[in-house]
């Protein structure tokens, strides 16, 4: 696959990142996932469905593609999305998690705009904030479900989040390896800044 290809690749995530926000709606239509076959497949589409979560772990990928450890990253992030869901549903209470969501994306796009990339200190604690914060988000989907659910919930989201992350990673660094020029990359995270910015400003104005 060369450099085109691969700009090819990541144009479709871009027009999507940019097009507007959207919140995260459940797959289950608000609906208590009540056996195996529900919890998975509401862990496989709630994070995809939901823009602003879609979005930062794009952002993820495509941030730990410049690092040695990029996978081990990537799904470190996932790992804390885990137990962020698994708090929430352990009963801790995080007030205004929506509006941390809304920043933690901001902030993943932003450091995607930086011509230099993270410290590995400074990209794993970025990462595990921000999976923490989503998971705990994305924990209320499930909140009160049984153990059978739970599980097949959290492994959905597991192999999704991996999925994405680990595909998001690929890309990026096929682009950086091809040429010097990272403006796709620099596209994607204005856009995931652009899709965080708007979620907090739904947050914070109402009917915004």
């Known amino acids: 696959m060369n450099r085109k290809t691969a700009y090819l690749s990541l144009a479709p995530l871009t027009v999507a990142l940019t097009a507007g926000p959207a919140c995260a709606h459940h797959v289950m239509g608000g609906r208590?996932?009540?056996?195996?076959a529900d919890g998975l497949l509401s862990g496989l589409?709630?994070?995809?469905?939901?823009?602003?979560?879609?979005?930062?772990?794009?952002a993820v990928g495509c941030l730990a593609a410049a690092q040695r450890a990029a996978p081990m990253l990537a799904i470190g992030f996932v790992l804390a999305m885990?137990?962020?869901?698994?708090?929430?549903?352990?009963?801790a209470s995080v007030p205004s998690a929506e509006i941390l969501?809304?920043?933690?994306?901001?902030?993943?796009?932003?450091?995607?705009?930086?011509?230099?990339?993270?410290?590995?200190?400074?990209?794993l604690t970025l990462f595990a904030l921000a999976g923490l914060v989503h998971g705990y988000a994305l924990g209320e989907s499930i909140f009160g479900a049984e153990?059978?659910?739970?599980?097949?919930?959290l492994l959905g989201l597991a192999v999704i989040q991996s999925a994405v992350a680990l595909a998001a990673m690929s890309v990026a660094q096929l682009i950086a390896k091809q040429s010097a020029d990272l403006s796709p990359l620099r596209l994607t995270g204005a856009g995931i800044a652009g899709i965080?910015?708007?979620?907090?400003?739904q947050q914070v104005i109402?009917?915004?």
């Open 101 to 123: 969501v809304a920043l933690s994306v901001i902030g993943l796009g932003a450091m995607l705009l930086r011509r230099r990339p993270l410290a590995l200190g400074a990209a």
């Open 206 to 208: 109402p009917g915004a």
């Open 32 to 36: 208590l996932p009540t056996g195996f």
């Open 82 to 91: 885990i137990a962020g869901v698994a708090a929430h549903v352990r009963g």
């Open 45 to 58: 589409g709630h994070p995809v469905i939901g823009l602003d979560h879609f979005a930062a772990v794009v």
């Open 147 to 153: 153990q059978t659910p739970l599980f097949a919930y």
């Open 196 to 201: 965080g910015l708007a979620v907090l400003m």
